[in-house]
């Protein structure tokens, strides 16, 4: 089964309309792909209407920003009802702080003597509700202040960096509660990109678990081969369900394209598994 359980459209910080997210899937053999955008559903319908047409099995999902500890995390929610009002009330209180965030942001690289990017992200964002870095990279990029978004990042947007503002997002236990009560399954997003110990990432997966998360990205875009090693052992040993997941936002900026992945390595329960 070629699933993809993690991309993103215009209505986060994507390249593509939820639509022609679902064509490219279709077309580079997806058969289940999962909408995922950052703290936002409106895309879904959209993305389910051109999925039906091609006969791609299609899964609501969400990318949900939570903070942990000092850490920022992304907890995936797949098979979520995109009309519960729980969901759809907790998102919604997350993007109002993305627009503050993004005012703060703005301020700092202001101050680091780059003006106008509060105008210049928005003018990239397809959503004014959803300001994500990756939009103030692109204006960066564009302007010429680093070669390339990845660049920007590494200079500008990470932490300690002149435009990197610190950020409480959703608790995890929040974002859990409202994937589940909107009927879906809980994943841990790419857990390699986090910058934990293994300590550290135990904690996370042992907290998680208790809370009733079921699931880890194990192939993910952002994992390296040695990582898709990592976290099988980790799903394994805690009994989590594996996801397969490109993360893909676009032609250009994404290392992986929708549908390109390795298959789960043996021994690992995928999440998809009684769908
Ligand atoms: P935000 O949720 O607004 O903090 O933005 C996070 C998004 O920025 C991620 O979902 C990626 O799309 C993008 N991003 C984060 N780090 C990098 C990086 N090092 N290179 C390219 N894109 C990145
Ligand atoms: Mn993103
Ligand atoms: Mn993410
Ligand atoms: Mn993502």
Redesign the pocket.
Same mark, same amino acid.
């Given at each position: 089964m070629n699933a993809d359980l993690h991309s993103?459209s215009t209505v !986060?910080?994507g390249l593509l309309p939820p639509a022609e997210v679902v064509g490219r899937a279709y077309r580079n053999g997806v058969r289940m792909l999962a909408l995922t955008d950052?703290?936002e559903i409106s895309g879904l319908a959209e993305a389910r209407a051109r999925a039906d047409q091609l006969g791609l099995r299609f899964i609501d999902g969400v990318?949900i920003?939570v903070s942990w500890d000092d850490y920022?995390l992304?907890i995936v929610g797949l098979n979520v009802d995109p009309a519960h009002k729980g969901l759809q009330e907790g998102l919604e209180r997350i993007r109002r702080t993305?627009d503050s965030?993004a005012q703060r942001i703005a301020q700092a690289l202001d101050e680091a003597g780059i003006p106008g990017a509060l105008e210049g992200a928005l003018a990239f964002a397809g959503n004014p509700e959803l300001? !994500?870095?990756?939009?103030?990279?692109r204006f960066l990029a564009q302007h010429g202040y680093a070669r390339d978004?990845?660049a920007?990042?590494?200079h500008y947007?990470?932490w300690g960096k002149p435009g990197y503002v610190p950020?409480q997002w959703a608790e995890l236990d929040e974002a859990i509660r409202w994937i589940h009560a909107a009927g879906g399954t809980a994943v841990i997003a790419h857990p390699g990109?986090y910058r934990m110990n293994p300590g550290e990432m135990r904690e996370l997966v042992t907290r998680f678990r208790e809370l009733g998360g079921e699931a880890v990205e194990v192939i993910s875009g952002s994992h390296s081969p040695e990582q898709y090693r990592v976290y099988a052992d980790l799903a394994r040993e805690f009994g989590l369900l594996a996801s397969r997941a490109s993360?893909f936002?676009g032609p250009k900026?994404s290392r992986m394209d929708l549908g390109k992945l390795p298959e789960l390595p043996a021994g690992l329960k995928p999440v998809w598994q009684g769908w």
């Open positions: 993103h !986060s910080d950052h703290d990318e920003s920022t992304h993305r965030r300001i !994500s870095r990756a939009h103030f990279a978004v990845k920007v990042f590494e947007l990470t950020h990109r993360d936002h900026e």
